[in-house]
């Protein structure tokens, strides 16, 4: 069936380290890939997207590469912020209309 | 920025009762959906609803769940009779045709 894996965390960091999240999925066909992040006290919000190989999500300095070869959509930035503190959730839609399926989440806590 | 609201924030109620929660969708919305997530679980999928049935449900959607849009604007999730286990953060979403999906910040449903 289709699924996603992240990363287990929480994941710990400096302010301007580097930060990956890792994420794979299986999935029947060509999904569409998401990450959504998760304030403290908010609801999910679209962080980025992909919708084919090769393409690259990017949106407030964090990126994300959909991989076809290794089924990978890796989150990255390359410097993160205290404001970056959140849980970080995967996803994907395997087909238009229907509903996301999500990974369990990533807790990053990022410290000054 | 209009957003999805969703009331109570945190639902507390006893084995066997009947609850109800409550979403109200962004007003141009036309996709709604119901998310829960167990406590250091994935956020799984519960239903999708649009022009006014369900368009998609998971297997956790059995009988003791039902969606309705009684008013056009409220968009509500009951649980007829709980169980311990369906405590959990649930989320409502809602997108329009071609847009992200856009979540409430979740009530918390405690079953004791």
């Known amino acids: 069936g289709n699924s996603v894996t992240q990363m287990e965390g929480p994941v710990t960091l400096s302010e301007e380290a580097f930060l990956t999240i890792n994420c794979t999925y299986t999935?029947?066909?060509?999904?569409?890939l998401f990450w959504y992040v998760q304030y403290p006290g908010e609801g999910l919000q679209l962080l980025l997207k992909?919708?084919?190989?090769?393409d690259k999500g990017s949106n407030k300095g964090f990126e994300a590469t959909y991989r076809k070869e290794t089924t990978s959509f890796h989150l990255e930035k390359g410097s993160v912020q205290v404001s970056d503190s959140a849980v970080y959730f995967c996803a994907l839609r395997y087909q238009a209309g229907t509903a996301l399926i999500f990974g369990k989440g990533t807790t990053l806590s990022v410290s000054s | 920025e209009p957003e999805v609201t969703q009331t109570p924030s945190h639902q507390v109620t006893q084995m066997g009762q009947e609850v109800i929660l409550r979403c109200v969708p962004i007003?141009?919305?036309?996709?709604f959906y119901w998310y829960r997530q167990i406590l250091g679980q994935k956020v799984e999928f519960l239903v999708s609803?649009?022009?006014?049935?369900?368009?998609?449900k998971s297997e956790i959607f059995d009988d003791q769940f039902s969606v309705e849009r009684p008013d056009g604007s409220n968009f509500t999730l009951k649980i007829r009779s709980t169980k311990l286990e369906d405590s959990a953060m649930y989320f409502c979403?809602?997108?329009?045709?071609?847009?992200?999906?856009?979540f409430g910040n979740g009530t918390r449903l405690t079953v004791t």
């Open positions: 999935a029947t066909g060509y999904p569409s």
């Open positions: 609803f649009y022009n006014n049935e369900i368009s998609e």
């Open positions: 979403a809602s997108k329009a045709l071609n847009s992200p999906l856009h």
């Open positions: 992909a919708t084919k190989a090769d």
């Open positions: 007003s141009n919305h036309l996709y």
